[in-house]
């Protein structure tokens, strides 16, 4: 039996789940989330708990029990507390704003770079080299998480670039200068 997909999932007070046959609906103070599932799993509802069943021990059943049971967890706590996801700017010039929705990321390219956020997703920016993705679909905040960290990934030699908060990025030394060669 799957560790994790064997774990009640607790639906707090303010939450409704709905179930549709492979379809689930979670509404909450923070919005509504839907998703497909897969055929093969069940998603029972007991008072306040939700339970994810498999019919078999197929290795695909086995395999999506666990990943069912995340995604609808994600989805309970993406209407109840929501997602943030922190990233951090290093670099000499390089920062960031809100213009409206959209953020307007200056990182050394000859022109700035606007991001503009879908539905459900939110930018905050903190001070000009801190920001946070947030939003209450735990899959789309990464997604745009990564696609602000794309635009300059840290480089190596110096560091400089956006990553996420907490983020260590291995350096590597520089050119190594000539000692005592010829000119």
Avoid: W
Avoid at 40 to 67: C, F, I, T, W, Y
Avoid at 78 to 89: D, F, H
């Amino acid at each position: 039996m799957s560790r994790i997909g064997r774990l009640p999932i607790a639906v707090p007070e303010g939450v409704v789940v709905t179930l549709d046959g492979v379809n689930i609906t979670v509404k909450g103070p923070r919005g509504e989330l839907s998703r497909g599932l897969a055929p093969e799993m069940r998603v029972v509802q007991e008072d306040h708990v939700l339970r994810v069943e498999r019919p078999n021990d197929l290795k695909r059943a086995r395999s999506l029990h666990g990943l069912t049971r995340t995604l609808v967890n994600n989805m309970v706590i993406g209407v109840t507390q929501g997602y943030r996801k922190g990233l951090e700017i290093t670099g000499v010039g390089y920062r960031a704003q809100l213009i409206g929705r959209k953020l307007q990321l200056n990182l050394g390219y000859s022109h700035p770079v606007e991001i503009d956020p879908p539905e459900g997703i939110a930018f905050e920016v903190e001070t000009p080299t801190r920001l946070a993705v947030t939003g209450i679909d735990k899959e789309l905040v990464g997604q745009y998480a990564a696609k602000v960290r794309a635009v300059r990934k840290p480089e190596p030699y110096k560091g400089k670039g956006v990553r996420y908060a907490g983020e260590v990025v291995r350096r590597k030394a520089g050119k190594a200068g000539k000692i005592g060669g010829k000119k």
